[in-house]
């Protein structure tokens, strides 16, 4: 889950750059707070992915899909980019769940003797 995560993670990284780029352009916001802003979440995604398999880090993951998809009221394309990257964040979560329940399963059967090469129908 980790890798899958991570990669979604830091994908959001560079879109949240790129939107901070077009928000800057606006003039009703002043540049130093659209970097604070643009600054955290940059470096919450980036902390996320050392942090996805702790208690609570798929939870914060969630928020910060949430924030990304609110934060298409000040660039309003980034309600798709940020429903797109919840969609990948969720498969992330299911699929990684997935593969290391599979890799848990198969290192129980090398464990127990059962051998990497023989299969079970």
Request: with cysteine.
């Amino acid at each position: 889950m980790r890798t899958l995560c991570s990669s979604t993670l830091i994908g959001e990284f560079l879109v949240i750059g790129f939107a901070g780029l077009v928000a800057m352009k606006d003039p009703d916001l002043e540049m130093g707070t659209v970097w604070t802003v643009c600054g955290i979440a940059m470096a919450l995604s980036v902390l996320l992915c050392g942090m996805v398999t702790r208690p609570g880090g798929v939870q914060l993951g969630w928020a910060l899909q949430i924030a990304l998809i609110a934060s298409g009221f000040i660039v309003p394309m980034m309600f798709f980019m940020g429903a797109m990257f919840a969609a990948l964040w969720w498969a992330s979560v299911h699929f990684g769940r997935k593969i290391d329940e599979a890799k848990a399963r198969f290192a129980a059967m090398a464990e127990s003797g059962g051998g990497a090469g023989q299969h079970t129908p």
